[in-house]
T-cell receptor
Framework: EAQVTQNPRYLITVTGKKLTVTCSQN?????MSWYRQDPGLGLRQIYY???????DKGDVPEGYKVSRKEKRNFPLILESPSPNQTSLYFC???????????FGPGTRLTVT | AQKITQTQPGMFVQEKEAVTLDCTYD???????LFWYKQPSSGEMIFLIY??????QNATEGRYSLNFQKARKSANLVISASQLGDSAMYFC?????????FGTGTRLQVFP
């Protein structure tokens, strides 16, 4: 089944404790992206990647890191999480930026 | 800077009626794409429809159609014959270059 998977789905952590949210897709897509969704703000793009070893900032990259060492994986790293990073995070992939993106199920992160 | 505006925080429609969800956008680029996504209460993001800036005909996908008025910079979603399962959040988004920018969403509620 073609899909985008994210892990974990739910995470509660404390300020400053490094964490990684994994994202994997099995559709051989070149384009992958991370978004955060906050009430009243819609989805905002954090980082995106056009291909392996190619990443670029979206609109809200501060406090996040990404890497794209393999085509299928695009982990989101929070080196020192803060409470303002409490949010619902979505990973998405697509054949390129020109086409619709397929979204993962979301990761609900709470930073206390 | 690119921007998407959805001015209707919430909409109600009776089952079997048609409903229009508004979306206006702002970009100085000539090449862009417009997307609509649905987010049911379960949280996943579901792609509905796409319109390219150079497409002369309005996009349609089943009960969904996109009323694209380029001069007015609007890309309204029309849902015909509403069903109870259409109750969800609906997001309009614009792709410019490799970035995807979302609006704040419209919550649609379909009543019997």
């Amino acid at each position: 089944e073609a899909q985008v998977t994210q892990n974990p789905r739910y995470l509660i952590t404390v300020t400053g404790k490094k964490l990684t949210v994994t994202c994997s897709q099995n559709m051989n897509h070149e384009y992958m992206s991370w978004y955060r969704q906050d009430p009243g703000l819609g989805l905002r793009q954090i980082y995106y990647s056009m291909n392996v070893e190619v990443t670029d900032k979206g609109d809200v990259p501060e406090g996040y890191k990404v890497s794209r060492k393999e085509k299928r994986n695009f982990p989101l790293i929070l080196e020192s999480p803060s409470p303002n990073q409490t949010s619902l995070y979505f990973c998405a992939s697509g054949p390129s930026g020109d086409y619709e993106q397929y979204f993962g199920p979301g990761t609900r992160l709470t930073v206390t | 800077a690119q921007k998407i505006t959805q001015t209707q925080p919430g909409m109600f429609v009776q089952e079997k009626e048609a409903v229009t969800l508004d979306c206006t956008y702002d970009t100085s680029d000539q090449s862009y794409g417009l997307f609509w996504y649905k987010q049911p209460s379960s949280g996943e993001m579901i792609f509905l429809i796409y319109q390219g800036s150079y497409d002369e005909q309005n996009a349609t996908e089943g009960r969904y159609s996109l009323n694209f008025q380029k001069a007015r910079k609007s890309a309204n979603l029309v849902i015909s014959a509403s069903q109870l399962g259409d109750s969800a959040m609906y997001f309009c988004a614009i792709r410019v270059g490799d970035k995807l920018i979302f609006g704040t969403g419209t919550r649609l509620q379909v009543f019997p």
